[in-house]
């Protein structure tokens, strides 16, 4: 088996994000709001291969959580790749990382997500962020179905629950999204409600949780496959 790392490398990085800014000023997108660390992983694997169908997970670092046993489940069916980032759709450096990701494989599925990273920007910031990336995938990979995740709700009982609502209201956006877009909803955040026992810190799952959640990614995008 053949297996391509493709790296962003460092110079493209800091273009993307020196130029990033220059990006907002001719879109709708506002000009960034970082935090104190920003991360951007990408695996994408037999690049070279066209016998099986190609699925990008987008996401978080919740996706990077469940996306070995998604690659697992999916083996026989599919090459699985990831695009994980602590970037928010909202962010300008986020609209241009996705399409130098989107230009290298044709996807069949794209299971995409974004959660509760960039809480600076506005419900209307991220609204606005999300359909543009959305329209994105749209736009370079018109060929693959594209399924909207509902993000993960952080432990009860934790000094993080407070931003709960935060997630509800993006959850909400991006279900519009789906429906105005005519992509399917895939809702990781009810079975992981009221849960405190899967959580091993605030935001992050355990075992357990990440296999349930790996086990419910796949299902979504194996019937989707098989559409």
């Known amino acids: 088996m053949i297996k391509t790392k493709i790296t962003i490398t460092a110079l493209t990085l800091i273009a993307i994000i020196c130029n990033s800014n220059l990006y907002a000023a001719k879109t709708n997108v506002p000009a960034a709001k970082r935090e104190n660390i920003e991360w951007t992983d990408v695996w994408l694997t037999n690049c070279t291969k066209d016998n099986k169908p190609h699925v990008l997970l987008v996401g978080d670092s919740i996706t990077k959580g469940y996306y070995n046993g998604v690659a697992k489940q999916l083996k026989a069916k599919a090459y699985t790749g990831r695009f994980a980032t602590s970037l928010c759709v909202a962010d300008p450096a ?123 990614v796949a299902a979504s995008i194996s019937s989707t496959l098989e559409k």
């Open 94 to 216: 986020y609209i241009p990382t996705l399409k130098a990701i989107l230009l290298q494989v044709e996807f069949d599925v794209i299971h995409f997500n974004n959660g509760l990273h960039g809480v600076d920007y506005t419900e209307e910031q991220y609204a606005e962020g999300y359909r543009n990336a959305i329209n994105t995938i749209k736009e370079i990979q018109p060929g693959a179905k594209i399924i909207v995740t509902l993000s993960t709700p952080l432990k009860k009982g934790s000094n993080k629950e407070h931003l709960n609502p935060r997630i509800d209201k993006r959850n909400q956006i991006a279900t519009k999204i789906a429906k105005q877009t005519g992509a399917a909803i895939d809702d990781l955040n009810t079975p992981m409600r009221n849960h405190p026992e899967y959580h091993r810190d605030p935001y992050h799952y355990k075992g357990k949780a990440i296999t349930l959640q790996a086990t419910q």
